[in-house]
């Protein structure tokens, strides 16, 4: 069998060839043709193809079988399929060889790591482009002319009015409104608690955790004390003359487990005896696959927690808004720290996110992400149990990276590995806090896989070179 196809310029934008031969039938060969095209650099990346009608309409064939190829090519990673953006060449993971390469050339290589497993990214194509667009044009229509002036440091009130419901609902959150300081995100909230000298060291923090934190703690001349972590998360009973205490009890980052109810209610009576504050972020609250969420320390007392949260994981870290829930006792020092006038987060995308979380739009975009993450990690235990079993995956499913514990003394040749096979991640030491050694906290080797930042399409083959990685049994 030999057929031909040259499509029109109107259709895809480009003159195509396509040679239809070979074994197999007609589904087969298109799938080939198409590939040999994308392979070849005849078809760039970010193609639209035909319609499955039109094409199916060229080549004489039924449309199931242009619809069959297709999917055959998405699921292999060669096309993306978007509903109304149709079906395109994907942004390969390899660099492709154009037809203009002189023999015996090599690619060009692509600028970055050809598989991103990095943490800290949620998935960038799961934005809610519509709902936030429609969101953002009802609370510009709907917005009082107060709006475009000097904006408030609390935040608007309209958002704060939602989140003390939101929160309340999803996470366990005790609070009124006046209780609520909007931010742009969790490292704002640090700034303003303490390089505006609400709070004070030492301050207890756990003993993994992200670098930059500490360091900006450092740089406000706070002194920070590691805490251990076992399977119960921090090690609370650890707590001496500290000042306060910063958790992730929802889930403990990066070492993935929830902070034990004894241990939760310990750190409470604590904080009461000391005097002391307790800083809470509601690190991937929101995302638990294998139950429903673990609530708020915060509900335990508010008046000894500051709770503090963000959209950079749950929406998208360019939409700079976070939030603290504060006791009463420093509301005034935070809004005195904030300044008269807000000039971190914008007031209109404030009531955007309002009338997002208002008309229940956060709430969907949080299952259907959930529902996405999950999947995700599921298919990165399914793929280490059946290509390197002895590779444990621990903490709790939750969230949006894994941690991969490793035998002990190869972290940082797997880590080096890696990059030569062109996967970017993190060893778990890039975490350990640099006075761990001497709290007599033990040190593990892992990997710190974060499952979220690849595109679907390429997350497959970010797996098979993770795979590739590990050292062997």
Same mark, same amino acid.
């Given at each position: 069998?030999s ?17 239809l031969s ?24 970010? @193609? ?5 009608? =039109?094409?199916?309409a ?6 199931? @079988?242009?619809?069959?190829a ?9 096309? @993306? *399929?978007r509903q ?5 060449? #994907?942004?390969? #993971?390899?660099?492709?060889?154009h ?7 090599a ?22 482009r ?9 609370? !510009? ?7 475009f ?18 929160? *309340? ?14 931010? =742009? ?52 009973d650890?707590?001496?003359r ?22 939760? *209610? ?19 609250g929101?995302?638990r ?12 007392d ?56 208002a008309r ?19 298919r ?6 059946e ?5 444990e995956?621990?903490g709790?499913?939750?969230? !949006? ?9 190869t972290e ?30 033990? *040190? ?8 979220? @930042?690849? =595109? ?6 970010? !797996? ?5 990685t590990?050292?062997?049994?």
């Amino acid at each position: 069998m030999s057929e031909t196809w040259v499509n029109s310029a109107e259709r895809i934008g480009a003159d195509l060839h396509l040679e239809l031969s070979g074994p197999g039938g007609r589904r087969a060969a298109l799938i080939r043709a198409l590939r040999d095209a994308v392979r070849g650099g005849r078809l760039a990346p970010g @193609t639209r193809l035909p319609p499955y009608r =039109s094409l199916a309409a060229d080549l004489g064939v039924a449309r199931n @079988t242009v619809a069959d190829a297709y999917a055959e090519l998405v699921a292999e990673g060669w096309l @993306t *399929a978007r509903q109304g953006s149709g079906t395109r060449v #994907a942004d390969r #993971a390899e660099p492709l060889r154009h037809a203009g390469n002189p023999p015996g050339t090599a690619p060009p290589r692509a600028h970055g790591p050809r598989h991103d497993l990095r943490q800290g990214t949620p998935d960038v194509s799961g934005f809610p482009r519509a709902d936030w667009l429609a969101s953002y044009r009802r609370a !510009l229509h709907q917005a009082p002319n107060e709006v475009f002036g000097p904006g408030d440091p609390a935040g608007r009130v309209e958002l704060r009015e939602a989140l003390a419901e939101y929160l *309340a609902r999803a996470r366990g959150v005790r609070c009124t409104p006046d209780r609520i300081v909007i931010c =742009s995100g969790f490292a704002h909230a640090l700034r303003l608690l303490f390089e505006g000298h609400v709070l004070r060291g030492p301050l207890a923090v756990e003993a993994y955790g992200l670098p930059f934190h500490r360091e900006l703690l450092t740089g406000a001349g706070v002194r920070t004390v590691p805490l251990p972590l076992d399977e119960h998360g921090a090690r609370v009973d650890r707590l001496t003359r500290e000042r306060g205490v910063l958790l992730t009890p929802a889930h403990q980052f990066p070492t993935g487990g929830p902070l034990h109810a004894g241990r939760r *209610a310990a750190v409470i009576d604590w904080a009461r005896a000391r005097g002391a504050v307790i800083v809470e972020d509601d690190y991937d609250g929101e995302f638990r696959y294998d139950r429903k969420p673990v609530g708020a320390v915060q509900g335990l007392d508010p008046e000894r927690v500051i709770f503090i949260g963000s959209v950079s994981k749950s929406l998208s870290p360019a939409v700079r808004l976070g939030w603290m829930v504060l006791p009463e006792e420093y509301v005034g020092g935070v809004l005195a720290a904030k300044g008269e006038r807000e000039a971190w987060a914008s007031v209109l995308d404030q009531l955007c996110l309002a009338d997002f979380i208002a008309r229940g739009s956060y709430d969907r975009h949080v299952r259907r992400m959930r529902q996405r993450y999950r999947g995700r990690r599921d298919r990165l235990v399914a793929a280490l149990a059946e290509r390197a079993p002895h590779i444990e995956v621990t903490g709790v499913a939750a969230g !949006l990276h894994a941690v991969l514990r490793l035998p002990p003394g190869t972290e940082a040749a797997t880590v080096e590995r890696a990059g030569r096979l062109g996967v970017a991640l993190d060893g778990l030491a890039a975490f350990r806090h640099p006075e761990a050694a001497q709290a007599a906290v033990p *040190a593990h080797d892992g990997l710190v896989v974060g499952y979220a @930042t690849p =595109s679907e399409h390429a997350y497959a083959a970010a !797996l098979d070179a993770l795979c590739a990685t590990f050292p062997d049994p």
